[in-house]
């Protein structure tokens, strides 16, 4: 828990710092490159601090060219930072937007190109959907957690259907990718903090097109299943 509280002093205000960073290369850069250059070197510094390890597997995989939607298994709070680490394409993040409100951090958010979602009824989700859809179809590759929260035991959660009904839209490939090792790292609702390897095994790309939503997230549940290390 010390470790966890120690790291935590270090770990706000460089957030901070990179987030502003962030906002001013926004400025110069209406691409998000600024942006997602910031949030990597974030993510270097904060994944040494705390001595985790990231190990990719399967970068052959994903591909080089054309926007596609990365989905994964949630683990714990460090798998943002390890995954903006093993992706090795400009991508934003798809995320509620509750966050985009955050002083300095939301700002940070938007200048990096990443797409809020509203959540808050049926009518602005649909909207705010048919909005990421265009987004990632005119270009922005994405990242996505389908199941929407971090596991207790590691075990894959229900998947949530926005997340596909969001692909089948956007008419771009589905990544899946499966992550291991981060709930060990960094316990869900604990604060204790241990140093370790987060692995991030990518799979091959699932064409979305003429597929249904449901049998996608079969699909895309089973790929990510396939290569998980449960306890």
Request: with cysteine; hydrophobic share 50%; charged share 20%.
């Amino acid at each position: 828990m010390l470790r966890a509280r120690i790291y935590l002093l270090f770990f706000v205000p460089y957030t901070l710092l990179c987030s502003i960073a962030a906002v001013i290369g926004g400025l110069f850069d209406a691409s998000g490159r600024a942006g997602h250059a910031c949030a990597r070197v974030w993510s270097l510094i904060s994944l040494r601090a705390a001595r985790i390890k990231v190990e990719v597997e399967g970068l052959e995989m994903v591909p080089t060219e054309g926007p596609v939607i990365y989905m994964g298994n949630h683990q714990g709070n460090f798998d943002i930072l390890a995954l903006t680490r093993a992706i090795p394409r400009l991508f934003s993040w798809v995320a509620k937007e509750e966050l985009f409100r955050v002083p300095v951090f939301g700002a940070a958010m938007r200048r990096a190109g990443y797409i809020p979602l509203d959540r808050s009824d049926g009518r602005k989700a649909l909207k705010s959907m048919n909005q990421a859809a265009q987004r990632i179809a005119s270009g922005a590759s994405v990242v996505i957690f389908p199941e929407g929260t971090r596991t207790k035991d590691g075990a894959l959660l229900p998947f949530k259907r926005g997340a596909f009904m969001l692909a089948v839209r956007a008419g771009v490939p589905i990544v899946p990718f499966t992550i291991n090792g981060s709930r060990a790292i960094n316990p869900r609702n604990r604060l204790e903090l241990y140093p370790g390897t987060i692995r991030v095994s990518f799979s091959a790309p699932i064409v979305v097109a003429g597929v249904a939503e449901a049998e996608l997230l079969e699909r895309v549940r089973t790929a990510i299943a396939a290569k998980l290390e449960v306890d």
